[in-house]
Nanobody, 126 residues
Framework: QVQLVESGGGLVQAGGSLRLSCAASGRTFSSRAMGWFRQAPGKEREFVAGISISWSGGSTSYADSVKGRFTISRDNAKNTVYLQMNSPKPDDTAVYYC?????????????????WGQGTQVTVSS
């Protein structure tokens, strides 16, 4: 059974830093893209960042709102994907979800992902 477990969420001050982790179990996902999404209260789930597979260069993709502040990375040996959040803003407050894509490339739409974690809350105080 596939399971994705996010961790690292919590309360952070604006301008600080936070690192989210997502550990996958049940199978390996080294041949699939992985991504992070977020959903704030009253808003739709939105793409945050994604990373393709390592042997294709591990190319990354980011939402404009987080580009330059957030960094996605993956450790295939640990079957884990990370989201380093630097200089977070109050607008970044949301539940963050990791997901496994259906193939090599990074989908920016949520329907391009097959497996999802339960989410971790990130709250950024001003």
């Amino acid at each position: 059974q596939v399971q994705l477990v996010e961790s690292g969420g919590g309360l952070v001050q604006a301008g600080g830093s936070l690192r989210l982790s997502c550990a996958a179990s049940g199978r390996t996902f080294s041949s699939r893209a992985m991504g992070w999404f977020r959903q704030a209260p009253g808003k739709e789930r939105e793409f945050v960042a994604g990373i393709s597979i390592s042997w294709s260069g591990g190319s990354t993709s980011y939402a404009d709102s987080v580009k330059g502040r957030f960094t996605i990375s993956r450790d295939n040996a640990k079957n884990t994907v990370y989201l380093q959040m630097n200089s977070p803003k109050p607008d970044d407050t949301a539940v963050y979800y990791c997901a496994v894509g259906g193939g090599i490339a990074v989908p920016r739409g949520q329907y391009g992902y097959d497996y999802w974690g339960q989410g971790t809350q990130v709250t950024v105080s001003s």
